[in-house]
């Protein structure tokens, strides 16, 4: 199947430039989905690149995975995040709406990127910053907020010159991840709020939340054509559903 997405830079893969894509994702990549968890991530991103980078989704940075699935949204839904909020103030509900690319470009103008010296170890004005992959994140996560924050903060930064604020910082600027507070006002009292978007956890439920929809548009098909599992999780998404419209507009074709 031929790449899907738009072409996405990978910023910290390689000291040579690099970028991925991925195809579209079939019912059997859906289906798959567990969680919203890292893990998670690096499993679909993996069932999805057209040509994966050297050691898949688990040997990018944090900041290189949000880019493959603000990318995946984009192909999927379109560019413009909608979501529903409960103001804090009156109780009334109230939508949060912006453009992902967007924000995107506003995280990256940030700070000029710095060097790449070795996949995912960057150069920043001398001192040697290295972007945890995957792993690492899972295994600090096990030990906790404290002992894993110092696990990841050594990793990050071997011979750190400043403490461990300075490095998150430093990386927030380097390395952003799509894991941001946004202003709010609610539309009926007016109230300002800080609502929290994260990329990876909104893609991946925003999937989730459609599996119910992929399980009756594969009923719908083996009911219709007659064909296996098999067949019809092996299709791709958009082909998928348009055959499942043109059922509902009439009697099969075949089968």
């Known amino acids: 199947m031929q790449a899907w997405t738009e072409r996405v830079p990978l910023r910290h893969a390689s000291p040579s430039p ?27 991103l993996d069932r999805l690149f057209d040509d ?15 880019g493959l699935l603000a ?38 103008r940030q ?3 710095a060097p ?3 996949a995912r170890t960057l150069d920043d004005d001398g001192a040697r910053l290295v972007l945890p992959n995957a792993a690492e ?24 010159s400043a403490g461990r604020a300075a490095v998150c910082a430093r990386l927030d600027v380097l390395a952003p991840l799509i894991d941001v507070e946004l202003e709010t006002h609610c539309a009926e009292c007016g109230a300002m709020q800080l609502a929290r978007f994260d990329v990876q956890s909104f893609v991946l439920q925003r999937l989730l939340d459609e599996r119910e929809s992929v399980l009756g548009e594969v009923h719908a098909l083996a009911s219709g054509y007659g064909w296996s599992l098999q067949d019809i999780v092996s299709l791709p998404r958009s082909l998928r559903r348009s055959l499942v419209q043109r059922l509902g507009g009439g009697p099969a074709a075949f089968g």
């Open 18 to 44: 690099q970028a991925a894509r991925l195809r579209e994702p079939q019912g059997g990549d859906e289906l798959a989905l567990g969680g919203v968890d890292t893990r998670a991530a690096v499993q679909l």
């Open 52 to 66: 994966a980078p050297p050691g898949g989704a688990g040997a990018l940075s944090a900041s290189d995975r949000d």
């Open 71 to 108: 990318a995946l949204h984009r192909a999927l839904w379109g560019d413009r995040i909608v979501s529903s909020l409960d103001c804090g103030a009156c109780g009334e509900p109230y939508d949060l709406s912006f453009e992902l690319s967007a924000l995107q470009r506003q995280l990256h």
């Open 111 to 113: 700070a000029p990127p």
């Open 116 to 118: 790449v010296i070795a």
């Open 137 to 160: 994140e899972d295994a600090a996560a096990l030990l906790g907020a404290e002992e894993g924050g110092a696990q990841l903060l050594a990793s990050i930064a071997p011979q750190p």
